[in-house]
């Protein structure tokens, strides 16, 4: 853990590891979000900020 409090790790081991995940799912199932769910009316987003890049 960190001073901050951060569980995961921030070195560029883990963002090369966090990237690879994503390309693996995104190879494995085809797509980066899941096609089958439903928009509705209203309907908002959170963006949560996280990622790599």
Same mark, same amino acid.
């Given at each position: *853990?960190? $001073? @901050?409090?951060?569980?995961?790790? !921030?070195?560029? $081991?883990?963002?090369? !590891?966090? @990237? #690879?995940? %994503?390309?693996?799912?995104?190879? %494995?199932?085809?797509?980066? /979000? /899941?096609?089958?769910?439903?928009? *509705? $009316?209203? *309907? !908002?987003?959170? @963006?949560?900020?996280?990622?790599? #890049?």
């Amino acid at each position: *853990m960190t $001073e @901050d409090g951060y569980i995961l790790g !921030r070195t560029i $081991e883990d963002s090369v !590891r966090l @990237d #690879a995940q %994503h390309l693996l799912w995104k190879l %494995h199932t085809g797509f980066t /979000l /899941l096609p089958n769910i439903p928009i *509705m $009316e209203n *309907m !908002r987003i959170a @963006d949560l900020g996280t990622g790599t #890049a």
